[in-house]
């Protein structure tokens, strides 16, 4: 059974799921099968003991958003929210995602109480439930809550780990707001810098703030930077307490706090000119547009016949920069791949020196 299970590649324990069509498959993280490979393949007997406690329950399944707020001593009614999710992913017990966005939403809150801030427009401060399960809770608070949308100045949301937040992207009518509400966070901490990068639109993602999104509230994602390695925790059995790294808890609450007084303080609602990225812009991944695969902005493999490989693109380049326009994550390469139709200059890092390379990549003939 072992050996036939391996051979399947039948990892258990974390749940995957495919699109089309959607099927939930039960998976064994990485790291265990590997070491269960390794022993098979020397033909050393590996014994597994499972323990699996499964329960189904008739639903609906009542939910609940946990909702505080620190009325607004100008404007009580109008709102910057502040959360992250409170339900988590089976199998352990979701410190990381998402309870490290819950507890910087809850150390803002008690940061804010503790030295007696008054913010002109309320903070309310929101744990989502049922996240995991479609963004149920974020969808039902906009689907019962629309006469209060449009006083929502923005939503900031905690949703991808336990590195510190170290930036926020924004529209360029509101670089100027954010510039003036987040002045003051590159004197927390030297070696943790925060960075505003202007968009041609905010994009939604698959957590909470999309559901605001969608209703026309700007709302964030904060960019997360640091050594911890979300992605083999995340939806694991690994998830728990002892992954979360303090200091850049610590530091992710304060900036929050900073960031939600300073918003609440603002003369006015964040503007909502031109939130939505030009339309046919739909998100594509860029590594498949190029045909490469990416760590990071570093590409580790190159595809043959690609675009990349047209481009003479390598291993190991690291991209900097599309048509003169920094680059620094997927989305960002997204934008500068689309605002030029794909065409123009790549810079790359190879071997410590910068190397211009022209990349054409096709937009149309898209098979997702
Ligand atoms: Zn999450």
């Known amino acids: ?45 590996a014994h597994l003991e499972f323990i699996v406690e499964n329960r189904f329950r008739q639903g609906p399944t009542k939910l609940y958003n946990v909702v505080a707020d620190i009325p607004g001593a100008e404007k009580p009614g109008e709102y910057v929210l502040v959360g992250g999710h409170l339900d988590s992913w089976d199998g352990a017990t979701g410190a990381i995602d998402d309870g490290s966005g819950c507890v910087t939403a809850m150390e803002a809150a008690r940061l804010l109480m503790a030295v007696g801030a008054r913010p002109k427009r309320t903070i309310r401060f929101v744990l989502w439930s049922g996240e995991e399960q479609g963004l149920l809770g974020s969808r039902a608070y906009v689907s019962r809550h629309k006469e209060e949308l449009p006083k929502i100045s923005a939503y900031l949301n905690h949703d991808s780990g336990t590195n510190h937040v170290s930036g926020i992207n924004c529209t360029g009518a509101m670089k100027a707001d954010m510039e003036r509400v987040f002045q003051g966070v590159n004197t927390i901490d030297a070696e943790k810098p925060f960075k505003i990068t202007e968009t041609n639109g905010l994009r939604g993602g698959g957590s909470d703030h999309a559901s605001f999104l969608r209703a026309g509230v700007p709302a964030f994602m904060w960019r997360l ?27 992710s609450s304060m900036v929050i706090a ?98 211009e390379l022209d990349l054409e990549v096709r937009f149309r003939g898209r098979r997702e």
């Open 1 to 45: 059974v072992l050996r036939t299970g391996a051979e399947r590649g039948v990892r258990w324990n974390r749940l995957t799921w495919d699109r089309r069509p959607t099927i939930v498959r039960p998976t064994l993280v990485a790291a265990d099968h590997r070491k269960l490979m390794e022993l098979l393949d020397r033909g050393v007997a």
């Open 225 to 251: 930077s640091g050594n911890h390695d979300y992605g083999h925790i995340w939806h694991t059995q690994y998830d728990h307490y002892d992954q979360a790294v303090e200091p850049y808890q610590r530091h």
């Open 258 to 355: 900073i960031g939600a007084l300073g918003l609440a303080n603002l003369d006015h609602l964040l503007s909502r000119e031109k939130m939505a990225a030009p339309s046919g812009a739909r998100w594509r991944s860029p590594a498949r547009l190029l045909g490469v695969e990416m760590d990071g902005m570093t590409i580790t493999k190159v595809l043959p016949d690609s675009a990349a490989a047209r481009a003479r693109f390598a291993p190991g380049d690291k991209i900097l920069r599309f048509e003169g326009k920094e680059v620094s994550d997927p989305r960002s390469l997204f934008r500068a791949l689309f605002t030029t139709r794909g065409k123009g200059k790549a810079v790359v890092l190879r071997n410590g020196k910068e190397v």
